[in-house]
């Protein structure tokens, strides 16, 4: 079997073992891992379904931008059922991308770094992301995209940013299955964590990962653009952006949001 194919089994093995019952759906290549999640969840798939792919055709990003998923990269997606008003629900994109670093610096030992709202980079480089979409009952799909095993030469180039791999950065091959259930296990804990009292905890996490604290930017969203200093970031993953004329303003993680540094 192909080193980019994980099967059922294999992931099974490497499940962490908390609060959520994981069921797990694995396919060769389908368009959209999220595609296939919202499917599920509208026919009534319980929180904790895992839609994994070894490629997708139709993989997407925010601002419907293609997202290329070639066989090496970690492609799939989670059937979520918080119970969460849907203007705190938008954070849980950020609790996602704090995971999906934090999987990153200790698997592969990297230098990963969130550039707000949810996409991972190591060394300017993006390396991961997720994306939250709603589907039927409240109900949330989480898409997460990370280039693992991908050549240097194989990346995706986008226009828009220059992507890199953990195989890129460390030359050493790893355990698809083994790192899925590391991205699982540090998002299991934040999930829970972002529903319940110690949502707070999570902003100590992303001032300690960002690359957007203190840096001039241009928020792109439904309705203009907002320019100044980021501040810092409310607990529904809301950006604090303080103004040329002192005043702050927030920005939710929603919709087609975007964010340049301003250089």
Do not use: C
């Not at 059922?8 to 609060?19: C, F, K, M, V």
């Not at 997407?60 to 293609?66: D, F, I, T, V």
């Not at 200790?106 to 991961?128: C, E, F, Q, S, Y």
């Amino acid at each position: 079997m192909s080193p980019g194919v994980i099967t059922e089994d294999e992931i099974r093995a490497h499940l962490p073992s908390g609060r959520i019952d994981w069921e797990v759906r694995a396919f060769g290549t389908v368009g959209s891992t999220s595609d296939v999640a919202q499917r599920l969840a509208a026919s009534g798939a319980p929180e904790g379904t895992l839609v994994v792919a070894s490629t997708q055709t139709t993989g997407r990003g925010r601002r419907g931008n293609a997202w290329q998923s070639p066989e090496g990269g970690l492609w799939f997606s989670v059937v979520l059922r918080p119970h969460l008003p849907p203007e705190m629900a938008s954070g849980l994109s950020v609790a996602a991308a704090i995971a999906v670093a934090r999987a990153v610096r200790d698997t592969g030992g990297l230098d990963a770094r969130i550039k707000w709202p949810n996409d991972v980079h190591v060394r300017g480089r993006k390396i991961g992301g997720a994306m939250l979409e709603s589907a039927p009952d409240q109900t949330l799909v989480l898409g997460v995209g990370i280039d693992v095993n991908i050549a240097r030469d194989d990346l995706p180039r986008p226009r828009w940013y220059e992507a890199t791999s953990v195989l890129a950065e460390t030359g050493r091959r790893t355990d698809l299955a083994a790192f899925l259930g590391r991205v699982l296990a540090e998002f299991e804990s934040r999930y829970f964590r972002y529903r319940g009292p110690e949502r707070g905890t999570l902003i100590d996490e992303w001032r300690e990962l960002s690359v957007t604290l203190g840096q001039q930017v241009v928020v792109g969203r439904a309705g203009g653009v907002v320019e100044g200093t980021v501040f810092g970031m409310e607990d529904d993953g809301g950006l604090v952006v303080r103004l040329a004329d002192g005043r702050h303003e927030k920005v939710l993680p929603i919709g087609d949001v975007t964010l340049e540094v301003v250089t």
